[in-house]
């Protein structure tokens, strides 16, 4: 089945520094793929839409200066999260559909839980 | 997901059936999926419908959908300790595959042994 991997699982760094998250499709290609972020106990919150060679789709409050993306391939997608706080720690998700296919779910990695410290 | 809701908790005994419940506002959605997820984990696909579709059965899992009230729900047969998670109901708007899925508050199961 179509597998979604994603790196770090888990990262803790200090305020001021920058995190990068990928995001993979490994047997499959994503022309897009999507970021969600997920408090404690709460749902998902899309947070921006990944485009495989243009710009990322960001979701209202959600600042693009902050959380850069970058879709280089068709199976990567990488969120950076820049100068990172204390209000950045949370779980980040990324899903992926498998290109070409509008109806087929989305298959998420297992996520990444940030800690800034 | 302001769109779609669900309980927020159900706890049932193992053995028993879990029934898990999901309403929907975009009556042009084309597939309802549910997912499961782990604590510290993503989500897992568990099963999906088509909206055309009134029932979909796989092993303990069934998924009805009345689209006429935009209900949706999943059952779980002999419920098992290993189901406790948070499962959660998604949406997916018609007409292309770049939009996002739309995603209910999660219902919490607990299965007590």
């Known amino acids: 089945g179509a597998v979604v991997s994603q790196h770090p699982s888990w990262v803790i760094c200090k305020s001021g520094t920058s995190v990068k998250i990928e995001c993979r499709s490994l047997d499959f290609q994503a022309t897009t793929m999507f970021w969600y972020r997920q408090f404690p106990k709460q749902s998902l919150m899309l947070m921006a839409t990944?485009?495989?060679?243009?710009?990322?789709?960001?979701e209202q409050g959600v600042e693009k200066d902050k959380f850069l993306i970058n879709h280089a391939s068709l199976t990567l997608s990488t969120l950076t999260v820049t100068s990172a706080h204390p209000e950045d720690s949370s779980f980040y998700i990324c899903?992926?559909?498998?290109?070409?296919?509008?109806?087929?779910?989305?298959?998420f990695g297992n996520g990444t839980r940030l800690t800034v410290t | 997901g302001e769109d779609v809701e669900q309980s927020l908790f159900l706890s049932v005994r193992e053995g028993d059936s879990s029934v898990i419940n999901c309403t929907y506002t975009d009556s042009s959605s084309t597939y309802l999926y549910w997912y499961k997820q782990e604590p510290g984990a993503g989500l897992q696909l568990l099963t999906y419908?088509?909206?055309?579709?009134d029932m979909k059965q796989d092993q303990r899992l069934t998924v009805l959908l009345n689209k006429k009230d935009k209900h949706l729900s999943l059952r779980i047969a002999d419920t098992q300790t290993g189901d406790s998670a948070i499962y959660f109901c998604?949406?997916?708007?018609?007409?292309?595959?770049?939009?996002?899925?739309?995603f209910g508050s999660g219902t919490r199961l607990q299965v007590q042994p």
């Open positions: 990944s485009n495989e060679g243009s710009k990322a789709t960001y």
């Open positions: 419908i088509f909206s055309n579709m």
């Open positions: 899903s992926a559909r498998e290109r070409g296919s509008h109806n087929s779910p989305l298959h």
């Open positions: 998604a949406e997916n708007p018609p007409d292309t595959g770049r939009r996002a899925l739309t």
